[in-house]
């Protein structure tokens, strides 16, 4: 769960950054994932695209595009803080996925 925190947000300013998390509970038949990432357009707007659902589903997903880039950590921010409050939530903790190098 490390990359719940403020440190881990403003990381995600950089260019082309990608956090995975996911809150499993077998015998709860729980498993949930969430995926942000955060790029840049051709005219220097941040782009946030985030994703959410049952593991191993299609689920949901919206993009949304700022301007400032400290409006763009803010939001990566909310949505980071939110999912740290997962266990009161649903019972079971977001934790980072690390992904395999391409």
């Known amino acids: 769960m490390a990359c719940l925190t403020h440190a881990c947000a403003m990381s995600a300013r950089a260019q082309d950054r990608f956090i995975w998390l996911e809150a499993v509970d077998r015998p709860r038949n729980v498993a949930r994932r969430y ?4 790029s840049a357009d051709l005219f220097g707007a941040t782009i946030i695209q985030f994703a959410w659902g ?15 880039h400290s409006e763009a950590d803010r939001f990566v921010r909310q949505l980071l803080r ?6 009161a939530r ?4 977001y934790r980072k996925v690390a992904m395999p190098a391409s």
Do not use: E
């Open 35 to 38: 995926a942000i990432t955060t």
């Open 54 to 68: 049952r593991i191993g589903t299609r689920g949901q997903s919206r993009v949304v595009s700022f301007a400032n």
């Open 82 to 87: 939110r999912r740290a409050r997962a266990k």
């Open 90 to 93: 649903i019972g079971v903790s």
